[in-house]
Every structure is written in C-alpha cells, then in structure tokens.
C-alpha cells in the first residue's frame, strides 16, 4: 500500500455564516485543514503544511518561476500575499465566535530576495496585541537555514460580524 497525496484544495469562500458560527481558531484550523474552502487568492501560492495555534499561524510555501517578475526573481506580491494571510489569520486565531477582522494597514520591509532555488519557505504570523476593536501582528519569511527573507507589521479593525 502506498501513501496517498494530500488532497488537493477545494478555493473557495465561506459564507459569512460559518465564520460567524465558529471561533476564530476553529475556522482557521477548517481553512488548514480543508474541511472548510481554502481563499482563492492562496492558490496563487499553493501553501503547505500549515498551522494555527492562538494568535500565530504558520504557512510553508515554495516560490517557483510562475512567481517570477520581469527582472528576473520573485515578485514581491508572493511575498505580501503570505505575510498578509499570515498576520491575518493570527488575528483570527484570537477572536470569539461572531467576530471577524479586516486589515487597515500593513508594511513590509524586503530583506533578501528569493528565486526558484530558495527551496520552502516559512512564514510565521504573531499576534502583538488582540484588543477588541484593533488587533496588531507581525509576520516573517525565512528561508530553510532560518534567513530573513521579508517581515512586515499590520493593524487590523475587529468587528462583530453581521446577524443573519
């Protein structure tokens, strides 16, 4: 008997009322664990082996030539779209039933860059502080030696979610 691949994900978007019908733990971890849509916007990266603890996520990912800029590395976006999800879905990770976020603003400083042969990254988002209208992460890409890739902050507005 041989091992089977993992299955391949379903993107799509919940409905807003299954995010309102679960901590936010619970959805993250649904999202990570397929039972739940992974957001399209994910397929741009193809993540892997991902985790969600309260307030910090982590999410593998390997940058490939489709990721590639016309000069010739990997695009900056790539980058974005994982620090974002990371510090994001940290965010999640914190709050109660009922509750979603959005983002305000992030910024993101580009250490080093990174190519086809980088091989898989790890970008690790952690809540700084879960107030209950603004909430700040903080989120890092390394490399598989443990190098700074890119890091970046956010604030995010928290808010209670629509009663259907």
Same mark, same amino acid.
Request: net charge neutral; aromatic share 6%; hydrophobic share 40%.
């Given at each position: ?11 799509? #978007? ?17 999202? =990570? !664990? /397929? ?5 399209? $916007?994910?397929? @741009? #990266? ?15 990912? $390997? ?5 590639? @800029?016309? $000069? ?33 603003? =992030?910024?993101?400083? =580009?250490? /080093? ?8 990254? /790890? ?5 700084? @502080? ?9 989120? /890092? ?8 890739? !890119?890091? !970046?902050?956010?604030?995010?507005? #928290? ?6």
């Amino acid at each position: 008997m041989t091992d089977s691949p993992p299955p391949k994900p379903t993107y799509g #978007v919940s409905s807003m009322e299954v995010m309102a019908s679960m901590p936010g733990l619970d959805f993250v971890r649904g999202i =990570f !664990a /397929r039972t739940l849509p992974e957001p399209p $916007i994910m397929e @741009n #990266v193809e993540p892997f082996d991902c985790t969600a603890e309260p307030g910090q996520v982590v999410i593998h990912s $390997i940058p490939g030539l489709r990721h590639y @800029n016309p $000069i010739g590395s990997v695009h900056g976006g790539y980058a974005a779209i994982l620090l974002d999800s990371a510090m994001g879905l940290a965010v999640q990770t914190t709050l109660p039933k009922g509750f979603g976020y959005t983002t305000l603003e =992030f910024k993101i400083s =580009f250490v /080093r860059g990174m190519s086809q042969d980088t091989g898989t990254i /790890r970008t690790e988002g952690q809540v700084l @502080n879960a107030g209950r209208r603004v909430a700040t992460a903080e989120a /890092r890409i390394t490399d598989a030696k443990g190098k700074l890739i !890119a890091h !970046a902050t956010t604030t995010c507005l #928290v808010f209670e979610l629509p009663k259907t």
